[in-house]
């Protein structure tokens, strides 16, 4: 079943970033999603975490990425983090599966944040 799926791999994930970054960092709702555009992946909200704490432990939490779009049979274009802009709290932590639509959006941009309320993780550039 794949809620079972869910909640294994909400608790197993928040756990490693409470471990890591050392804070009581909630995964408050894993979520996987369907876009009417094509788009498709997993959503992960967050409570307390910060974009210092990704900026941080980035490279410790890319295998922990990984592994939950793996887990979950999801195919990552972008992993991002969501921002509440104007301010250093992480919202989500998302992957997608892009579609052709969306996908120039994320290829034409450049750097880590391209949009205040975005903080690329992990984005696989198509050859
Ligand atoms: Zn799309």
Request: proline share 6%; net charge neutral; glycine share 6%.
């Amino acid at each position: 079943m794949i809620t079972e799926e869910l909640l294994i791999n909400r608790a197993a994930f928040e756990e490693k970033v409470r471990k890591l970054i050392g804070r009581p960092i909630l995964l408050i709702e894993l979520d996987m999603f369907a876009l009417p555009c094509g788009c498709a992946g997993i959503t992960a909200n967050t409570r307390g975490l910060e974009v210092d704490d990704i900026e941080v432990f980035e490279p410790q939490m890319l295998p922990f990425l990984k592994e939950m779009a793996a887990n979950l049979g999801v195919k990552s274009t972008v992993t991002f983090a969501r921002i509440v802009p104007g301010s250093s709290i992480v919202a989500s932590l998302n992957w997608r599966t892009l579609c052709t639509r969306c996908y120039p959006e994320f290829a034409r941009s450049e750097g880590k944040t391209p949009r205040p309320d975005l903080y690329i993780l992990q984005f696989e550039r198509k050859k």
